[in-house]
């Protein structure tokens, strides 16, 4: 059974993470070692994220549209000179609200043994 927490970590992340850097190397036509830095991460995983050998979770974009105008106002912000703690704010935030609606419990359902009524991560039903 994962937690909320780990599909975020295991399916949502490296889906933005991978989006994002494909976006900062077409679209702003920044070099892979650019990205790597102005991401936190290294030259080798924006090789990867490139050539779509690991990252992006095709479920997750059809479930989540909202990820793509998130990934592509983001890359805009970086390219702009957005600072990492900056970076890291506006990525929790966002995955702090995805989390917070029904279709994530939906699909965090959907990927393992639990209980359609479960209630552990919402005493109320959660957002639309």
Request: proline share 5%; net charge positive.
């Amino acid at each position: 059974m994962l937690q909320p927490q780990e599909v975020i970590v295991a399916k949502l992340l490296p889906t933005i993470r991978a989006r994002l850097a494909k976006e900062l190397l077409r679209t702003y036509k920044m070099k892979q070692i650019e990205v790597a830095r102005a991401m936190g991460i290294t030259q080798a995983a924006v090789s990867h994220y490139n050539t779509q050998s690991r990252g992006v979770d095709h479920d997750m974009l059809r479930r989540f549209p909202e990820i793509k105008a998130f990934v592509d106002s983001l890359a805009g912000s970086i390219a702009h000179g957005m600072s990492m703690s900056q970076q890291i704010s506006t990525i929790n935030d966002f995955c702090a609200n995805l989390m917070q609606t029904a279709r994530f419990c939906d699909y965090h359902k959907s990927l393992g043994d639990i209980d359609p009524t479960c209630t552990a991560c919402f005493q109320a039903p959660p957002k639309p």
